[in-house]
């Protein structure tokens, strides 16, 4: 259905306030002013989101930030959708493998935080479906993003 970015990104935010508070993490959301409706799977793409901010939450310590950001791609052909976190990170060895099914890094560190390792693999299929591509870059220590890219042109609706 068609959709508004600003709102649905405003909207996952706001599912996150009370763990960001608790963990006194700072979220904020941000839309290229140019982007207004896109024609996307409300309910699947909110899944993918959750799983992205709820990773973020997970693996970011206390007072740390979180930011959202829709920005459209070079070729204006795509909305390129971020996560962006100031958490952990994830060892350099392990990037090639994190899409994978019930792939987790170490489990000494994963094992309290609760999760199967599902979730990045079901966003990757996910966005997929929408004829879009997700990928992770993250530096040990400093910080992830994950950025994932839907079509803004599709049948039956065109960006506004
Ligand atoms: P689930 O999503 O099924 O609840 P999960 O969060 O462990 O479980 P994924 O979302 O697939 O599974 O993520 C796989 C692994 O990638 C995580 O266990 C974690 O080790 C690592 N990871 C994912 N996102 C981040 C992030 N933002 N910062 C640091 N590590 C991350
Ligand atoms: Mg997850």
């Known amino acids: 259905q068609q959709t508004n970015i600003q709102d649905m990104l405003d909207e996952v935010a706001d599912r996150f306030s009370f763990q960001l508070r ?34 973020a939450v997970k693996y970011t310590s206390d007072g740390g930030s979180i930011s ?14 971020s996560v962006q976190d100031t958490g952990i990170g994830i060892p350099a060895k392990d990037l090639s493998r994190i899409f994978d099914r019930f792939y987790r890094v170490d489990k000494a560190r994963s094992r309290n935080m609760g999760g199967t390792g599902l979730g990045l693999s079901i966003a990757r299929e996910i966005v997929k479906h929408h004829g879009g591509k997700i990928m992770l870059e993250s530096e040990l220590n400093v910080g992830t993003t994950v950025t994932f890219s839907l079509p803004l042109l599709q049948e039956g609706g065109d960006a506004k």
Request: aromatic residues 4%.
């Open 22 to 55: 608790q963990k006194s993490i700072t979220a904020k959301v941000k839309v290229d002013r140019s982007i207004k409706q896109v024609w996307l799977d409300r309910d699947q793409i909110d899944q993918v989101l959750d799983n992205l901010v709820s990773n």
């Open 68 to 81: 959202i950001t829709a920005m459209k791609s070079k070729d204006k052909a795509y909305v390129e959708i």
